[in-house]
């Protein structure tokens, strides 16, 4: 077998095993139709509720996500054995990138929370065709659940002044989460 062929063997076991942990897990909220990850409590929706500062700390935090992404991409694209390339990989998983964007956001425990009602939620509009980004769904093959999701506005779930910060900055937040989905995505 060629070592691309191996690269390619190497990349695929390392995609499986993702989707198989995440399956393991629990799946994520997009599984579950729900904004807030799957578990949370009242206190942890209280949690996820920002503010346009909020906000523009978690794209502080996503601008170091893609960072991390790109650099990982790079040496992984230049590594030399198939170790180093699955380093450089794992290097681009969100349990690599997250804690590095709460970091950088300087939102600490909050940054996760609130990341993931953010591209939840911008997933949602996505789907919906409400903003330009990357994911799209065969609304025929979906789940009645997702269909149920499908059928409402995601910003309208959200907390009053979240909802408020949100649509003021959608735009920026669509393009910057575009981004990051691209760069994350399978062969992205």
């Known amino acids: 077998m060629s070592a691309t062929g191996r690269t390619h063997r190497h990349v695929r076991t390392l995609l499986a095993c993702g989707i198989a942990l995440a399956a393991a897990c629990g799946g994520d909220a997009a599984s579950s139709g729900d904004a807030r990850p ?3 409590s009242a206190a942890d929706a209280a949690r996820t509720s920002f503010t346009a500062a909020d906000l523009a700390a978690y794209q ?14 790079t040496t992984a694209d230049t ?15 969100e349990t690599s990138t997250i804690p590095e964007g709460a970091v950088a956001s ?17 997933r949602t509009l996505d789907m919906q065709g409400k903003i330009d980004g ?10 009645p659940e997702m269909k149920a999701q499908l059928a409402r506005d ?3 779930d959200l907390p009053a002044e979240a909802a408020a910060a949100l649509r003021a900055q959608l735009d920026a937040l669509a ?11 399978v062969g992205g």
């Open 79 to 93: 590594a030399s054995t198939p170790e180093a390339r699955g380093a450089a990989y794992q290097a681009q998983f």
């Open 38 to 40: 799957q578990g949370a």
């Open 175 to 185: 393009k910057q989460w575009g981004e990051y989905v691209r760069l994350t995505a």
């Open 106 to 122: 300087a939102l600490g425990d909050r940054y996760a929370a609130i990341r993931q009602v953010v591209h939840q939620t911008l």
């Open 134 to 143: 990357p994911v799209s769904i065969d609304t025929v093959r979906a789940t």
């Open 60 to 73: 502080r935090g996503l601008a170091r996500e893609i960072e991390l992404v790109k650099a990982a991409k």
């Open 154 to 156: 995601p910003i309208a």
